[in-house]
């Protein structure tokens, strides 16, 4: 459980970047002249980089080791992160006139973190499949994941608390892209070595996204990391909108609504997980529902208190969701795919960001129900996979 905590807080030091924009990128976007969906397609297409490269980084991994690659993705992370905040400063100093050559360079920031950042997640997921087995994995997966639930605590708050200190909406941005450092170097000191897979010169296995012991599972991901992107860039605008709140308390309320997800999530795979063991296949029957359900109330929520319920209720779903996806996969291949598989799980982020904040701020546009009503039916026909597909059938327990 050591290696775990490790890449949990190496991980985390980059998750709290990512969720530090929630709160404040809206109201970045609207001061430089940018439109909701400019916002969102900016981020979609950043993750057409992590879709290419991430399956990439998980083979490689398999042949040059775990622990660089991990790195690699973390001061990958810190230069990307670190262009974006300096191109949004100077474009709100006025440096540069052209609004859509602010978009362009904020585009191009953002394809740096997808290229590079999409190496440590697949890493450090087939780093915890070296070096744990069965339930201990599942449990291990869980803690690996919970990065992001604190992330999405103390991102939020971060972004909350610099602003109200008057250091302006861009400095969170600038914290956020030095953290990612402080993770690569807890990487670099502090977690072992593990001996690559493949012997030198063996080629890694390619895997199929298609590949029927895993269609289902990857399905359920991209469900699980849709709602999180559509979700975490439109929020900001249906506070603000709905509740009819400036910019500050807008990242302010936001910050609060999103630090519960945040909170609710880590509780699941911090304490229930841990406490109940549950097998990869359980999490996904008990995460999905509660996803759904998360999705409607937050389509028709009248108050503060209803959107933070409803937020609330989506960080326990996806907090069984994630690990049980990724803990299923970890167990329907073999040890010397493992890094082949990781690298297809950790794509589905970079699907999930790709289609969500396009998807989520242009639906917004026509109607500020519909990205939530629409996300709830995709991931009902999640749910409708997890019934019909033989291969979920196939999962063993964990012992």
């Known amino acids: 459980m050591r290696h775990a905590w490790i890449l949990f807080g190496a991980l985390f030091s980059a998750n709290i970047g990512y969720s530090v924009l929630a709160p404040v990128l809206p109201s970045l976007m609207r001061q430089l ?18 879709i290419f490269f991430s399956t990439w980084w998980g083979r490689y991994s398999d042949s040059r080791g775990r622990k660089p690659v991990v790195i690699i993705g973390l001061t990958g992370y810190a230069l990307g992160s670190a262009v974006f905040a300096l191109v949004m400063q100077a474009s709100l100093d006025g440096v540069f006139a052209s609004v859509m050559l602010i978009w362009l360079m904020l585009v191009g920031s953002r394809l740096i973190v997808g290229a ?13 499949a ?12 869980g803690i690996l994941t919970s990065s992001v639930g604190l992330g999405n605590i103390l991102g939020p708050a971060l972004g909350a608390l610099v602003v109200s200190l008057g250091m302006g909406l861009v400095a969170p941005l600038f914290l956020a892209a030095l ?18 897979v493949l012997v030198q010169g063996e ?7 298609f590949d029927g012991r895993l269609l289902p599972f990857l399905f359920v991901g991209f469900c699980a990391l849709l709602v999180i992107s559509m979700v975490q860039f439109t929020i900001g605008f249906l506070v603000q909108d709905r509740f009819g709140l400036d910019a500050i308390e807008t990242t302010r309320q936001t910050g609060l609504v999103v630090m519960g997800s ?40 009248a108050s503060l208190a209803q959107l933070f319920l409803a937020l609330v ?18 167990l329907v291949v073999e040890p010397r795919e493992q890094g082949a598989a990781a690298g297809l799980a950790s794509a589905m982020p970079g699907y999930g960001f790709l289609v969500g904040p396009a998807m989520g701020t242009g639906l917004y546009s026509v109607n500020p129900f519909l990205p939530f009503v629409i996300t709830a039916l995709v991931v009902l026909a999640g749910i409708v996979v997890l019934v019909m597909h033989p291969a979920t059938r196939a999962v063993q327990p964990a012992t």
């Open 33 to 50: 002249g940018l439109s909701e969906l400019q916002g969102g397609l900016m981020l979609s297409i950043s993750s057409l980089a992590w």
């Open 116 to 128: 590079l950042f999409s190496a440590a997640i697949p890493a450090a997921q087939a780093y915890i």
């Open 130 to 141: 070296d070096v744990s087995t069965g339930r201990q994995r599942t449990s291990a997966m």
């Open 179 to 196: 953290s990612p450092l402080i993770g690569a170097l807890l990487v670099w000191r502090l977690l072992p070595a593990v001996r690559p």
């Open 203 to 209: 080629r890694a296995p390619k895997l199929r996204m």
């Open 262 to 301: 945040g909170a609710a999530l880590l509780f699941t795979r911090m304490v229930l997980i841990p406490m109940f063991r549950p097998t990869p296949m359980k999490l996904l029957w008990l995460g999905m529902p509660l996803v759904v359900g998360s999705l409607l109330l937050m389509a028709i929520a």
């Open 313 to 330: 209720l989506m960080g326990l779903g996806i907090g069984m969701v994630q690990p049980g996806f990724r803990s299923a996969i970890t």
